[in-house]
């Protein structure tokens, strides 16, 4: 017996109307956009928030604390040495960290069916960490999430803890992860094209 989510069809309609003024003000990843389109064209599932992964340097008054830190530099693409060590430049107080953070995006689906079947598709394609983060009869929600990550320490009230050489280093293994979850994103857009071109050919 599969769960069905009530009020699917309204709770699609604000989420899709959301997603139109944060594509009016330009809040959505550009990269991201083609997926968001192919998963919401499909009946059984809207997303409801993305992230198409991003590389950034931050300041923070202590890790962890989100809330009251500061974007010195943030990029959804690969990242030019030089910008990273601008963006390095800026940092005067707090801890001094380089971030990377892998894709994430929720999508949500009418029945545990429809959420099975999207999560056995990412974690297929390397989105390892993906699960059903939110089971009820409102709301069947599945995080789409892959494995890249890195947290590393440059330094902490204007002192830098590390030279040049080793940040030119962490850029390039940085870089490296978004090319590979840049390109499982690709995969998965694809993955979801083909399930949209199979329902609609269906008789």
């Not at 707090?94 to 994430?104: A, H, K, N, T, Y």
């Amino acid at each position: 017996m599969f769960l069905y989510t009530k009020n699917f069809n309204e709770q699609r309609a604000r989420a899709m109307e959301g997603l139109r003024k944060a594509l009016a003000e330009d809040k959505v990843d550009h990269d991201i956009i083609p997926l968001l389109e192919k998963i919401n064209a499909l009946d059984n599932y809207f997303t409801t928030s993305s992230c198409s992964g991003r590389i950034s340097v931050m300041e923070m008054p202590h890790f962890g604390d989100k809330v009251n830190s500061v974007w010195l530099g943030k990029w959804h693409r690969e990242v030019a040495v030089e910008e990273v060590l601008e963006a390095v430049g800026r940092h005067n107080s707090g801890q001094l960290w380089f971030l990377v953070r892998s894709p994430i995006l929720h999508v949500a689906a009418r029945t545990m069916e429809d959420a099975v079947k999207l999560l056995n598709l990412a974690v297929g394609l390397g989105f390892k960490y993906s699960n059903v983060k939110s089971i009820s009869h409102k709301k069947l929600l599945v995080e789409i999430r892959s494995t890249e990550r890195m947290d590393v320490p440059l330094g902490e009230n204007g002192e830098l803890w590390v030279d040049g050489y080793y940040i030119e280093r962490i850029v390039g293994i940085a870089n490296a992860q978004v090319r590979r979850f840049k390109g499982k994103l690709k995969r998965l857009e694809e993955e979801i094209k083909k399930l949209s071109n199979a329902i609609q050919s269906f008789p």
